[in-house]
């Protein structure tokens, strides 16, 4: 959990610094070149790296209950990432899936269990 409230609040500080793209521009006063809060820390965006594509790997071997919280983490790192989104999608299928199967076979044999009294 803290490891999404951490992504979460570091999408957040580079969405803060994105109205800072013009500071490269033609004609801009500055000489200083434009640096992302990203491109600072290697550590953060090695990290996010190993987010995202723990998410990819772990739906792609099917252990969609891992997957659920690695993809959302993983589309709070970047939202925009085509294969994130569908990764996430298919957690969130695959593990609803799994727990109306769960819940149908409770069911089952709740049912069972009260006929045999």
Do not use: H
Not at 7 to 12: F, I, K, N, P, T
Not at 45 to 59: G, P, Q
Not at 65 to 70: E, G, H, S, V
């Amino acid at each position: 959990m803290s490891k999404i409230l951490f992504a979460m609040s570091l999408v957040g500080l580079l969405a803060c610094g994105s109205g800072d793209s013009d500071s490269g521009a033609i004609g801009s006063t500055s000489d200083t070149p434009a640096v992302s809060a990203a491109a600072a820390t290697g550590d953060d965006v090695e990290a996010d790296a190993a987010a995202i594509r723990s998410c990819i790997d772990l739906v792609a071997s099917g252990d969609y209950a891992d997957a659920l919280p690695a993809c959302l983490q993983a589309a709070s790192i970047d939202a925009d990432n085509a294969d994130v989104q569908a990764a996430l999608a298919k957690a969130q299928a695959e593990t609803a899936s799994e727990a109306a199967t769960d819940a149908a076979a409770d069911a089952a044999a709740n049912a069972l269990g009260g006929l045999g009294n």
